[in-house]
């Protein structure tokens, strides 16, 4: 079987803060989260991600912002280009800065200000299109500065309004240059036009945030159905637990930065 995913050969990661029960989250819970297995958590997530045969680049954690592990929201990288975002959540903008500086080792940085925000979570990029979530942390200038930035290197911006859940991303992701993975019932199909749907059920929305990446797929534990669609396709496939994770709003996407 000829295996299609996502390429990458680098990916940013940065460790759980001492303040990560501090991170913020839409409709928290009685439960707090455990810092320690939030810990073994992403350090899983490192090792799956080297599995994949990318090779890790690990920021130091940044204590003082709780949600600083969510690498994914601080920058959009394609085509030897990096935007740095404005992130929506104002506690959150000054986790930008060491991602552009690690970004400008390897890429030309473009930065974002204000009145756009950006969130990557908002951000999922197919082929040569960016669909950009408008949420509340994603606004219109934000896609706009997307097409500034990625428009004259061949990419389109379409935008996706997104309503009830937090970044677009929390019922879709990549699985390749022309591919999607999407929960049912969540997004206007037609979208989606043109590419290919992987649809799970929306009992399993969770598992559409997915890293596919090398041939592997990174999903996240206890979600059968979306880890058997992956599987036909031929990817191989590694379960994460998420737990402590999902608690502060979190998933898998938004732990890493993949480079080209
Ligand atoms: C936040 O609310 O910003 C974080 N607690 C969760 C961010 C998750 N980011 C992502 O899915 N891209």
Not at 1 to 12: D, G, L
Request: proline share 4%; net charge negative; charged share 20%.
């Amino acid at each position: 079987m000829h295996v299609t995913s996502f390429q990458a050969t680098k990916a940013i990661v940065r460790g759980i803060s001492a303040s990560f029960r501090d991170a913020i989250v839409m409709h928290p819970t009685a439960e707090p989260i455990d810092v320690d297995r939030a810990r073994l958590q992403h350090a899983a997530y490192v090792h799956a991600l080297r599995s994949a045969g990318l090779a890790v680049d690990e920021l130091p954690p940044l204590d003082t912002y709780p949600d600083a592990c969510f690498v994914e929201d601080c920058g959009l990288v394609a085509s030897g280009t990096a935007l740095v975002t404005r992130p929506g959540a104002p506690s959150r903008v000054g986790e930008t800065d060491s991602i552009a500086e690690r970004l400008s080792k390897s890429h030309r940085v473009e930065r974002t200000s204000a009145p756009a925000t950006i969130d990557g979570g908002d951000c999922l990029c197919i082929g040569r299109t960016w669909f950009i979530g408008n949420s509340a942390r994603t606004n219109s200038d934000g896609a706009r500065r997307v097409c500034e930035v990625f428009g004259p290197l061949g990419y389109t911006v379409v935008e996706v309004s997104v309503e009830g859940m937090l970044h677009l991303k929390c019922v879709c992701s990549r699985i390749d240059g022309r591919t999607v993975l999407v929960a049912e019932g969540t997004l206007d199909l037609a979208l989606f036009t043109g590419l290919e749907v992987v649809m799970i059920p929306r009992e399993e929305a969770y598992a559409a945030n997915a890293v596919v990446v090398n041939g592997t797929a990174i999903v996240a534990k206890g979600y059968p159905y979306t880890r058997a669609a992956l599987e036909r396709r031929g990817l191989r496939i590694i379960e994460l637990a998420l737990t402590e994770i999902a608690k502060a709003d979190g998933s898998l996407t938004c732990m890493s930065i993949l480079l080209d």
